[in-house]
Nanobody, 128 residues
Framework: QVHLVESGGGLVQAGDSLRLSCAASGGIFSGYTMGWFRQAPGKEREFVAAIRWSGGSTTYTDSVKGRFTISRDNAKNTVYLQMNSLKSEDTAVYYC?????????????????????WGQGTQVTVSS
């Protein structure tokens, strides 16, 4: 069983930056694809970014490309989401997720069902 704990959320102004962290325990972190999802008020949870076990392959939803960067430190069992140029529409609860499943296409990691373990979420609020 993998346990995921997110941190780093908060209240910022539009244009600011935040870095989210997700610490994993209880599993072989280096073997998982890690992802970030978010859920805005009144909306369904949506994919944000994912990174494969080696860190060499990343994928992003279009709305965050060029602004967000996902990275991982397998030695620290931690995945990060660096968020720059934040916008009010980035306001959401951000969730970290881990996948034991292998897909040849990164597009398969856009689905929530591709992930096996989830954190409790951290709130990010961007004021305009």
């Amino acid at each position: 069983q993998v346990h995921l704990v997110e941190s780093g959320g908060g209240l910022v102004q539009a244009g600011d930056s935040l870095r989210l962290s997700c610490a994993a325990s209880g599993g072989i972190f280096s073997g998982y694809t890690m992802g970030w999802f978010r859920q805005a008020p009144g909306k369904e949870r949506e994919f944000v970014a994912a990174i494969r076990w080696s860190g060499g392959s990343t994928t992003y939803t279009d709305s965050v490309k060029g602004r967000f960067t996902i990275s991982r430190d397998n030695a620290k069992n931690t995945v990060y989401l660096q968020m720059n140029s934040l916008k009010s529409e980035d306001t959401a609860v951000y969730y970290c997720a881990a996948s034991q499943q292998y897909y040849s296409s990164n597009l398969d990691y856009f689905r929530e069902t591709s992930f096996d373990y989830w954190g409790q979420g951290t709130q990010v609020t961007v004021s305009s």
